[in-house]
Nanobody, 128 residues
Framework: QVQLVESGGGSVQAGGSLRLSCVAS????????MAWFRQAPGKEREGVAD????????YYAGSVKGRFAISQDGAKNTVYLQMNNLRTEDTAMYYC?????????????????????WGQGTQVTVSS
């Protein structure tokens, strides 16, 4: 099973930027769907962005499209989430997740129960 460790969260003012990192270990293939989810207090966990490793195919939820960018660094086994022009409604715990190998992102997109591995989460707080 893949192990995931997130970092990079913090507190910023609206309009600011943060870059989240997710370091992955324990995987044998480069054909994984990796995703960032977020969960605000009292709300369901929602998918923010995903990327199919090795092919760099990306997807963004409408609420973050144009502001967030997901990318990978294969040499560092790391997936990033660059978050620009942050809004107060982006405040949440952000989680990195990995689906089973060779699972296409379109099959599991936005469905937390379809992902096998999760990181511990990193808090993002945006103030006005």
């Amino acid at each position: 099973q893949v192990q995931l460790v997130e970092s990079g969260g913090g507190s910023v003012q609206a309009g600011g930027s943060l870059r989240l990192s997710c370091v992955a270990s324990g995987y044998r293939y480069n054909n994984y769907c990796m995703a960032w989810f977020r969960q605000a207090p009292g709300k369901e966990r929602e998918g923010v962005a995903d990327i199919y490793l090795g092919h760099a195919i990306t997807y963004y939820a409408g609420s973050v499209k144009g502001r967030f960018a997901i990318s990978q660094d294969g040499a560092k086994n790391t997936v990033y989430l660059q978050m620009n022009n942050l809004r107060t409604e982006d405040t949440a715990m952000y989680y990195c997740a990995a689906a089973r190998p060779f699972t296409q992102c379109g099959v599991v997109r936005g469905i937390p129960s379809s992902y096998d591995s999760w990181g511990q989460g990193t808090q993002v707080t945006v103030s006005s």
